[in-house]
């Protein structure tokens, strides 16, 4: 079955430490996308890409950096510069133009301590 | 300000009870979603909408341009309906923005 797949379900790591999330689908989607969700907050965007070696800019890019080498992989990395990295990530994909096969993973809780 | 505002924040309903949640929305929009995430985290797609009303099962999304306002109901709910239901809108582009999301707890 297609679909997105994103590993590992629960990350721990210690503060300063870069870590790498990963996304993955085979739904032949063109766009990938990286959200953020905090408590009480909406799902906020951190990066997206429309083709493969090309990304974009969210609106919470700071700290954040990704790679779109493959059209099924777009790896999420946080870096030591996020200042508040325990958060929910969840990774996204669609056709580009429109928001038909709007898909999305089942996220990785991701706890700095 | 949230350009998605949903209401309630929290809801509390009994077994086959009649749920409404609402979504509202400041800007042009190309399309609204409604999704359900689960405890474990992960979203499913439930409608995208642009006019009108849609209905699958015991869901139903109506959506009112002119008004900026989208509503989702859940006829008959049951216990597994517990989820939190987030509406999200498709301004240009692909890229979404989402209200804060709906928790319902379905009461046996």
């Known amino acids: 079955d297609g679909g997105i797949t994103q590993s590992p379900k629960y990350l721990f790591r210690k503060e300063g430490q870069n870590v790498t999330l990963s996304c993955e689908q085979n739904l032949n989607h063109d766009a990938m996308y990286w959200y953020r969700q905090d408590p009480g907050q909406g799902l906020r965007l951190i990066y997206y890409?429309?083709?493969?070696?090309?990304?974009q800019k969210g609106d919470i890019a700071e700290g954040y950096s990704v790679s779109r080498e493959k059209k099924e992989s777009f790896p999420l990395t946080v870096t030591s510069a996020q200042k508040n990295p325990t958060a929910f990530y969840l990774c996204a994909s669609s056709t580009w133009g429109g928001s038909y096969g709007y898909t999305f993973g089942s996220g990785t809780r991701l706890t700095v301590v | 300000k949230n350009e998605v505002e949903q209401s309630p924040q929290n809801l509390t309903a009994q077994e086959g009870e009649f749920i409404t949640i609402n979504c509202s929305y400041s800007v042009g929009i190309s399309a609204l979603h409604w999704l359900q995430q689960h405890p474990g985290g992960g979203i499913v797609s439930l409608f995208m909408?642009?006019?009108g009303k849609k209905k699958h099962g015991r869901l139903i999304a109506t959506i009112n341009i002119q008004e900026k306002h989208s509503s989702l109901h859940i006829t008959a709910s049951h216990p597994r309906d517990s989820a939190v239901y987030i509406c999200?809108?498709?301004?240009?582009?692909?890229?979404?923005?989402f209200g804060t999301g709906t928790s319902l707890t379905v009461i046996p």
């Open positions: 909408l642009s006019s």
């Open positions: 999200a809108i498709l301004r240009s582009g692909n890229q979404f923005y």
């Open positions: 890409s429309q083709i493969v070696n090309d990304f």
